[in-house]
Each structure stands twice: as C-alpha cells, then as structure tokens.
C-alpha cells in the first residue's frame, strides 16, 4: 500500500467525510439531470468560493470558540490522523443552513448545483488538512502545509483558511512574516477564494519543489513528535456509529432538500 493510502485508510474521518460528502456526487448526478455542463461548471466554481468562505469562519469562529475542545485537542496532537477531520455534523448543520438559504434565494436548482461546489471543497480540504500532517509532501501542497503549520506553531491568531488565503487578507488574519512572503513578497498580492489554486500558482511560479518549509518545520519537529508520542485512540465502535450517523444524516438532508416546496 503507498503512502497516501496508508495515511487516508488511518484516518477514519477521512472515511466518514467521503462517506457523507462522497454523496456530493448524488446531488450532482441529480443536479445533471436539471443543469447543462455549462451551468454546473459555474455552479461549481461558485459553490468552491463560497466553501472557502464557509472553512474559513468556521474555523475561526466554531473550531476556535465554540467547539474549541475538539479543535484544541487537534492542536496539542496535531500527528495524530484520527482526530483530524471536521466533526462532520456541524459541517452537516452549516451545509443545511446553506442549502437553505441557498433554495429559498435561488431556487433549488441553483442551491443544488452550488452546493456540489461546497461539497468538493469539503472534501478537496478534509483531504489537504490530513496531508499537511502527514510525511506526504508534494510540492504542489508544499506551499498550502507551510501555510497551516505557520497557523499551528507560530501563531494561532492568523492562518484560518486551510486551502487559501485569500479571507485572511479580507479579515485581516493574514501572517505578516509567513516564509513565502517574506522570500517572494509579491505572492501577497497573488490570492484566489478557490481551494488550493493560489497554493499550486505559488508552487508553480516559485518553482518550490523542494522542502522549502523545511527550515521551519525542522524547528517544529521536535513539538509535534512529541505530541505524536502522546497521541490518542479513537474507540472503533465509536468510530462506526459516528459513520451510521453521519451518513444517514447526509442521507436525510438531501432527502429533505429533495422534497422541500422551492422552486
Ligand atoms: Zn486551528
Ligand atoms: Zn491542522
């Protein structure tokens, strides 16, 4: 087994994410019989905006102040893979409350067809957030992991977006001395609201393919291997029925969705 799926199959989350937001690709298939290409495709991109819009406050604001136990305990074990993902319900209850206003603003099948958007970008996320803590380093995403440790060991405060960062230059929680800018200072001004593309843009224009967070991660690396060593088990019995539930959430949600009176 390669790395990644060694890293994806020991993180259990990551199953109960793909197991609810792989249903993502039901409500596109749904969506496909109402939209053209061309609609779903600008649907989409719009739905990706929104997303990293979404992950940014939540996490600022819900993994930060309000469920702070949960995210403070990813903090403190931040090599641990299984309790790495976003505890899905809440994600579940925002999405919901998204769809909503979504349908009731739009009609349902815009809502349908953005929200595939926040779907994806829930996924493209859950999966990044796992590979930034793991020994999987490709140079596209070596720009994006330097980005989120600089938020876990240097200053909790800035670095909210996780697959861009673009919202912290609107909400002023950009880091001023992130490694990036401080060797290439025009990348400042080289931020897209899409997850991953202004990441992938550094990576390509830097021609960063090596480690160039290597400097600071080695200083970091004594800090997370000793947390890694104090690192939890999640009970599997737990783990399952977090999956029934989660899953049969989604499930209903888009049953819900499905039979809601919008347009
Ligand atoms: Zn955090
Ligand atoms: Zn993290």
């Not at 992130?178 to 200072?185: A, E, G, L, N, V």
């Not at 989660?246 to 049953?255: E, H, I, K, P, R």
Request: hydrophobic share 45%.
């Amino acid at each position: 087994m390669n790395l990644f799926a060694r890293k994806f199959v020991r993180s259990p989350h990551l199953l109960e994410v793909f197991g609810c937001y792989g249903t993502g690709v039901l409500y596109m298939t749904m969506s496909y019989y109402h939209l053209s290409k061309l609609e779903l495709a600008i649907y989409v991109s719009i739905g990706l905006a929104v997303y990293t819009l979404l992950e940014y406050w939540f996490h600022r604001v819900v993994l930060h102040d309000i469920l702070n136990t949960a995210h403070n305990n990813h903090h403190e074990h931040p090599r641990n893979l299984r309790i790495i993902a976003t505890p899905i319900l809440p994600v579940q209850f925002y999405d919901t409350l998204v769809v909503f206003i979504l349908m009731y603003t739009f009609g349902k099948r815009v809502a349908f067809g953005i929200n595939c958007g926040v779907a994806i970008g829930q996924i493209i996320m859950d999966t990044t957030h796992v590979l930034f803590h793991s020994n999987f380093r490709p140079w596209y995403l070596e720009s994006a992991r330097s980005y989120h440790l600089h938020h876990h060991f240097v200053k909790e405060e800035v670095c909210h977006g996780l697959t861009t960062p673009f919202w912290d230059m609107v909400f002023g929680t950009a880091p001023s001395t992130w490694i990036y800018y401080k060797k290439y200072p025009f990348l400042r001004y080289l931020q897209l609201p899409f997850p991953l593309l202004t990441f992938v843009i550094i990576g390509l224009l830097t021609g960063d393919q090596s480690k160039t967070s290597d400097s600071l991660v080695k200083n970091l690396k004594v800090k997370q291997e000793e947390n890694a060593s104090s690192s939890h088990v999640a009970h599997g019995a737990l783990r399952s029925t977090n999956f029934v539930v989660s899953f049969s959430g989604a499930v209903l949600c888009m049953y819900w969705w499905h039979i809601s009176n919008f347009v």
